[in-house]
């Protein structure tokens, strides 16, 4: 896929020495997968679109997964590991010891990160790293009560706990544990393709205005000097065949935007690149 061009564009590794699971994949062996990203469309369409990464999990992660399904370990998760291992985890990287593993429970996956704002102290935040290692089929997530909000996170049911799974605690557990090498990896090849992204946009698609993002593998695009309309995803659908998300949902400010995941392989980022500028010839 692509021309010379893009090739000079992509940066090369010796396969032996690439970490960067990015790079791991082959288009035919992801579309074995049978998840929402890549069964939504019919296989001549490029999917870049639904908060998925094109990346083999991290190795610590699978040999939990294996040794707990070996076991037949599957049942109500319990206890403080994942709580530990966030800690651990939040203390060696970004140097924070704010994190009580006593004022923890596991709950069903979301993320509202926002404890360290001042008056947050009577808040609850829900984290969880199921963006970060790929992993939202095996949901789970930690509430964490600010110092006033600890009485507040005991009175929740138990069941609430059994809202996840127990697969998915022990997958999050390891990641934080014992992927920290992949996940650099990762975020070296995400810095890689969003410098790709900004070359080959500004040779391919001028008209369209991005603005790098350090924390997010997702990429908003601003269409709207392209004349594509309030909806320019439906145009690079139809005509390009490449699978981005449309800006409408996201609301006020949306028309005119695509959001577009590059958490792919540099070439099909920019075979992505090259199909949508296709479309408006």
Not at 55 to 77: H, N
Not at 97 to 115: C, Q, W
Not at 259 to 278: D, G, H, I, K, W
Request: glycine share 10%; with cysteine; charged share 20%.
């Amino acid at each position: 896929m692509g021309d010379m061009d893009d090739m000079d564009l992509i940066p090369r590794h010796p396969a032996d020495d690439d970490p960067n699971p990015l790079n791991r994949l082959s288009l035919d062996r992801l579309r074995r997968r049978t998840s929402m990203k890549w069964r939504t469309y019919p296989d001549d369409v490029l999917p870049l679109w639904v908060a998925e990464m094109d990346v083999p999990l991290a190795e610590p992660v699978v040999r939990a997964v294996t040794d707990a399904m070996a076991l037949g370990d599957t049942g109500y998760p319990a206890g403080t590991a994942y709580a530990e291992a966030l800690a651990g985890f939040a203390r060696e990287r970004w140097g924070w010891d704010g994190l009580a593993v006593e004022r923890t429970a596991i709950v069903p996956d979301v993320s509202t990160p926002y404890l360290s704002v001042s008056g947050a102290e009577s808040g609850l935040s829900l984290m969880s790293v199921s963006k970060g290692w790929n992993l939202a089929g095996l949901k789970a997530a930690l509430a964490i009560a600010g110092p006033g909000a600890a009485e507040d996170l005991a009175r929740l049911p138990e069941e609430v706990g059994h809202g996840l799974s127990h697969i998915g605690v022990i997958a999050h557990t390891a990641a934080l544990r014992e992927g920290g090498d992949w996940l650099d990896a990762l975020l070296g090849g995400l810095h890689d393709n969003r410098a790709l992204l900004t070359a080959l946009l500004a040779r391919d698609l001028p008209g369209v205005r991005y603005r790098p993002g350090p924390a997010t593998f997702l990429a908003w695009l601003d269409c709207r000097a392209l004349g594509l309309g309030d909806d320019p995803a439906a145009v690079f659908l139809d005509r390009g065949r490449v699978a981005l998300n449309s800006g409408l949902p996201f609301g006020t400010g949306g028309a005119g935007h695509v959001r577009l995941n590059l958490a792919t392989s540099p070439e099909l980022l920019a075979e992505a690149v090259r199909r949508r500028a296709a479309a408006l010839t």
